[in-house]
């Protein structure tokens, strides 16, 4: 009872702060009062959907502490997780506009702004962490990231997500059969939306604030994500059967209104970039360093854990790349897939 008041109140301090924060009409209040007032730290505020326990928690505590500490203090990086500033659309949005100075988000959202994202979610594109992260890292995700600044958005790297399992409350799942006709909650994302067509489920965009709820009230049966976050979101709770299936991997995009970045003097410039990189180390290991012991810990909480041969999933879903094949062009498929 009195840790929920405390975070009610919490909250109504934050939604206070943030307020008073935008006052200055158009929002972007750090911007503008970053060259009058000298002493005035230029705050960042970073919208997240994950619980206070989440890797994008930690990795972005990380960044803050890093920010914080090679600008002097003249950067004060602001969390606000949990989906307190809305869902990841509503964020990409903000920091597009200038409504909001950053976020961290899954890119699964990000290619309703720009479609090069779209070969990031193509069942089984990447089978293991290595890979995933030598795309990230090299040409093809810092291209990526490059073409968000013609929407007003810079990008300061992509960190992980990761690979996402199947959970529902309905029956084990070992085929891809047995997915057909369950009501999957999947993120704003059309290549994901065809995949759990394409496998005869009934797939429901939703955010992913929204989701605990749906599926406690079973408006959905199930839905996916990586283990850190069926854990830390508590999905264990409202969800029996987890599928070790590892059909997306999930990079997560740290992104910046670029109006803003490009109003920064370089050496603080410089810091954000440097800061954002060694955090994305941090959170990446972190993801790994967690992971290991999950699965142990899922199943005590009493999930039944299944590891459905996934060669069949990919074979099932592999009409997704042809049906997109033209959008997301071949080549792009090709060079992720050579790697
Ligand atoms: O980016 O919506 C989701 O399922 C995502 O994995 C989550 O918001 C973190």
């Known amino acids: 009872m009195k840790g929920k008041l405390l ?23 750090a911007a503008e009062t970053g060259g009058e007032k000298k002493d005035e730290p230029i705050v960042l505020r970073v919208s997240h959907t994950l619980a206070p326990d ?78 995933a992260y030598k795309a990230m890292d090299g040409e093809v995700g810092q291209k990526m990231l490059k073409d968000l600044e013609s929407k007003g958005i810079k990008g300061l790297g992509l960190w992980e997500n990761g690979f996402r399992n199947l959970t529902n409350s309905v029956r084990p799942i070992n085929k891809p059969e047995d997915v057909k006709g369950l009501k999957i909650r999947l993120m704003e994302n059309p290549v994901h939306m065809a995949t759990f067509q394409t496998l005869g489920a009934n797939p429901t965009p939703m955010p992913f604030g929204e989701l605990f ?66 955090a994305k180390k941090f959170e990446r290991q972190f993801c790994i360093d967690k992971e290991k012991e999950l ?31 033209d959008e997301i062009g071949k080549e792009t498929i090709d060079a992720i897939l050579n790697m």
């Open 7 to 29: 975070a009610v109140l919490l909250i109504g301090i934050m939604i206070f702060a943030v307020g008073c924060g935008g006052g200055s009409s158009d929002g972007n209040n």
């Open 54 to 131: 989440s890797h994008y928690q930690a990795g972005l505590e990380k960044f803050e502490e890093l920010v914080e500490q090679k600008t002097d203090g003249k950067i004060d990086v602001q969390i606000f997780g949990s989906a307190q500033l809305g869902s990841e659309r509503d964020a990409i949005e903000g920091v597009s506009l200038g409504t909001l100075e950053m976020t961290l988000t899954s890119t699964a959202p990000l290619a309703n702004f720009s479609k090069a994202f779209l070969v990031f979610d193509l069942p089984f594109i990447f089978t293991d962490r290595e890979s």
């Open 213 to 278: 709820t749906a599926l406690q009230q079973q408006t959905v049966d199930g839905q996916e994500n990586p283990l850190i976050i069926i854990d830390t979101s508590k999905f264990y709770e409202v969800q029996d059967h987890l599928a070790m299936t590892g059909h997306f991997y999930a990079p997560a995009a740290l992104l910046m209104n670029k109006k803003l970045f490009d109003e920064l003097d370089a050496d603080l410039q410089k810091a954000i970039i440097e800061a954002a990189d060694e």
């Open 295 to 325: 699965l142990e810990k899922l199943k005590e909480k009493g999930m039944q854990v299944t590891f459905p041969d996934k060669e069949e999933f990919r074979k099932a879903t592999m009409p997704v790349y042809e049906q997109f094949q």
